[in-house]
């Protein structure tokens, strides 16, 4: 079992930046892909970005290539999103979520897919 806490969600102008952090416990965090999703209200809980196990590759959902930055770390158990050149349209609750199969050669964006998640995280973006 793998226990996810995210950490770093805020109050932010367009244009700013934030990282938010993903805490992982358990002892198959580090053999499972990582992924960050994100639910405006009223709408679908939608794939942000995507990391697999060995961090060698990464994955990004159109609207946030170029900004959102994901990576991990883990001697720290630690998924980061590095956020830049926010915009109102990223306001939502960022969730973490680990992929639900070891050692997985993709990285999936379907949420059922994902089998841990964290209890989300807010990012307001102001116009």
């Known amino acids: 079992h793998v226990q996810l806490v995210e950490s770093g969600g805020g109050l932010v102008q367009a244009g700013g930046s934030l990282r938010l952090s993903c805490a992982a416990a358990?002892?198959?965090?580090?053999?499972?892909?990582m992924g960050w999703f994100r639910q405006a209200p009223g709408k679908e809980r939608e794939f942000v970005a995507g990391i697999n196990w060995s961090g060698s590759r990464t994955l990004y959902v159109d609207s946030v290539k170029g900004r959102f930055t994901i990576s991990r770390d883990d001697a720290k158990n630690t998924v980061y999103l590095q956020m830049n050149s926010l915009k109102p349209d990223d306001t939502a609750v960022y969730y973490c979520?680990?992929?639900?199969?070891?050692?997985?050669?993709?990285?999936?964006?379907?949420?059922?897919?994902?089998?841990?998640w964290g209890q989300g995280t807010q990012v307001t973006v102001s116009s």
């Open positions: 358990g002892r198959t965090s580090s053999i499972i892909a």
């Open positions: 979520a680990g992929d639900g199969q070891w050692r997985r050669a993709t990285i999936v964006v379907v949420t059922s897919e994902y089998r841990y």
